[in-house]
């Protein structure tokens, strides 16, 4: 007897693992090819059923709702709950035409299974929905059938209805779009013949029942519901979601309780789109890795699910494929990687240490960590901005040119993102490492900098800004190569725009001897004019040359690299103010 029950024990444990491997290889596979999978399997009902609601859901979304019936007919209830709490609210309320298109595939799918669930688990949800969408009249004993309005019709001669104008349009409105008067029609009067078919009794109830509903008590409750069944699965109502972003110091993340026991039991099976981090090559990813036969991985990925989840609602960004999903899932194991390189004092990071933090800590609060170097720069921006000398003047953020202007950009917004410029083919994007972070910091302190030189110039520069003829065209870099140019050739400050025929005499000291331009190999600007740039600016600003060359020798070097990369390779006899962006020349 014994030997009886461990040989079925240990079937069943095969029939789950073979299950489990299959789930993993269907939901690697393209939406289309993955549902033919699924439906060729063995036992394509036990198939579907493994499979998590939030993978099975963006697969029949990926796939188009319409067309996966035979898939969606396999669905437990549990998976069409999801699939309903995914798609049919938006914030608090819910869309009348999401809720249409869900119920009438959800009838279509098994019409049978359908009324059983409507009179067994949601009796009053869809009672609501007939109220929302049709008005019911009783043919009482004194009335002949002609007594009705011509708008009502009937399916028994006894409760007669007719359509409500959709949600969203007004009352008195008398047309609606086809398709959505076309699925509602059809879906209700399907509905409602197939209850009254199965039960005549019990479908006179329904629309008896239909004219008593509170309609906002209802409502209230099923977001209620809602809200306690999407907890589960880690989206949290958005006040407490947006915790999430709340930064936290290294030495405050929660650790892991990991408990000692061992209850045999199986693990809920990872969500898919919570292992498309993996594709990536980043701190957190290679901690993962370390941890491939750890028997705490299960758990630590199911976390990973959760938080992406969190940070869903947190987002309150609506997720529509798995794809969608899967960014928000990249994100999570961005700011983690950037949380671990915090945690860590080693650089570069040991991928067996941070595997140890990623085991002994929580995934939540190694976001926090990760997320709060973003907004530390952040505030580090704002506070500068408030007392910056470019606010005072109050000059656009355009200013401070289009690279500068883009990591300003990307800072000042609520939710603090990285200036990606085109890189991997966005122009922002999430942080996704300590490098971004440092690079975004070096940028930052370059521009605080300069606004820190033209804050000691501001004697020297407001005529200069008072004659400028438009500051739209004004930026950093011209500006404060206009403003020396002007000194150079002995103009004031507001003479600005400066002469061409004054500028080309500047030009010609600025590179020395004229020689025969080389595309190829571009004049450099003289030692002597390097020389002299550092003497003005130092006299300017009151800053030694060793302090100028301490604070900001990087960015002036840059500078003049610039420089000579837009006018060295080019004669005086093709100076054109239309093509010289670096300083400010009459046309």
Not at 432 to 461: C, E, K, P, V, Y
Request: one cysteine or more; charged letters at 25%; glycine letters at 4%.
């Amino acid at each position: 007897m014994m030997n009886h029950i461990k040989k079925s024990s240990l079937s069943v444990q095969q029939a789950i693992a073979e299950v489990g491997e299959l789930r993993k290889t269907v939901l690697a596979l393209p939406p289309e090819k993955a549902m033919d999978a699924i439906l060729e399997a063995r036992q394509p009902a036990a198939l579907v059923h493994s499979i998590p609601e939030t993978d099975l859901y963006f697969l029949v979304q990926d796939i188009g709702p319409e067309d996966c019936m035979p898939l969606l007919s396999l669905a437990s209830n549990a998976q069409w709950d999801f699939m309903l709490d995914m798609a049919i609210w938006k914030g608090d309320r819910i869309e009348n035409r999401s809720l249409t298109r869900w119920l009438n595939l959800r009838f279509l799918a098994d019409p049978d299974r359908f009324l059983r669930w409507f009179l067994n688990d949601e009796t009053e949800f869809v009672e609501w929905y007939l109220f929302r969408n049709i008005h019911i009249q009783f043919l009482e004993p004194d009335e002949e059938p002609s007594d009705i309005p011509d708008a009502f019709m009937t399916l028994d001669n006894m409760a007669y209805f007719r359509f409500l104008p959709e949600s969203g349009y007004p009352a008195d409105s008398e047309e609606e779009p086809p398709e959505t008067n076309e699925e509602r029609y059809t879906f209700i009067t399907r509905f409602l013949g197939k209850l009254l078919s199965e039960d005549p009794i019990q479908y006179l109830n329904v629309m008896q029942e239909v004219r008593t509903i509170l309609s906002a008590e209802t409502e209230e409750e099923a977001w209620r519901l809602r809200n306690v069944r999407m907890a589960e699965k880690g989206f949290l109502p958005f006040e407490e979601a947006i915790g999430v972003y709340q930064p936290l110091k290294p030495d405050a993340i929660p650790k892991r309780i990991i408990s000692k026991k061992r209850t045999g039991e199986p693990h809920a099976p990872v969500p898919a789109y919570a292992l498309a981090p993996l594709k990536a090559d980043n701190a957190f990813v290679r901690s993962l890795k370390v941890l491939e036969h750890d028997p705490l991985l299960p758990k630590i990925q199911m976390e990973l699910a959760a938080l992406v989840n969190q940070l869903v609602v947190a987002d309150q960004k609506m997720i529509e494929s798995r794809a969608d999903i899967e960014e928000i899932a990249k994100k999570a194991a961005g700011y983690l990687s950037i949380g671990l390189e915090r945690l860590s004092d080693e650089k570069p990071l040991d991928s067996v240490k941070s595997a140890s933090l990623v085991r002994s800590r929580l995934l939540s609060g190694i976001f926090r960590v990760g997320y709060g170097a973003a907004l530390e720069l952040k505030w580090q921006a704002q506070a500068w901005v408030k007392q910056s000398w470019f606010k005072a003047q109050k000059l656009p953020l355009g200013f401070w040119g289009e690279a500068w202007l883009g990591v300003l950009g990307g800072l000042l917004i609520k939710k603090p993102l990285f200036f990606d410029n085109y890189q991997t083919g966005v122009l922002y994007r999430e942080f996704r490492s300590h490098d971004d972070i440092q690079q975004t910091h070096a940028f930052l302190n370059q521009i605080i900098r300069f606004d820190q030189i033209f804050g000691a110039m501001t004697d020297d520069l407001t005529p200069f800004l008072q004659a400028v003829p438009s500051r739209q065209s004004l930026s950093c870099k011209n500006l404060l190569l206009s403003r020396w140019a002007q000194s150079h050739i002995g103009l004031a400050a507001e003479n600005v725009p400066i002469p061409m025929d004054r500028f080309t005499l500047f030009f010609h000291e600025l590179f020395g001897k004229p020689a025969k331009p080389d595309a190829s190999k571009p004049r450099k600007i003289t030692k002597a004019m390097k020389l002299s740039f550092l003497r003005w600016l130092s006299e300017k600003t009151g800053w030694t040359a060793t302090e100028l060359t301490h604070r900001c020798g990087p960015e002036l070097d840059h500078l003049f690299a610039e420089l000579e990369g837009e006018l060295g390779a080019v004669s005086e006899a093709d100076l054109n103010s239309r093509y010289i962006q670096l300083f400010l020349v009459v046309p």
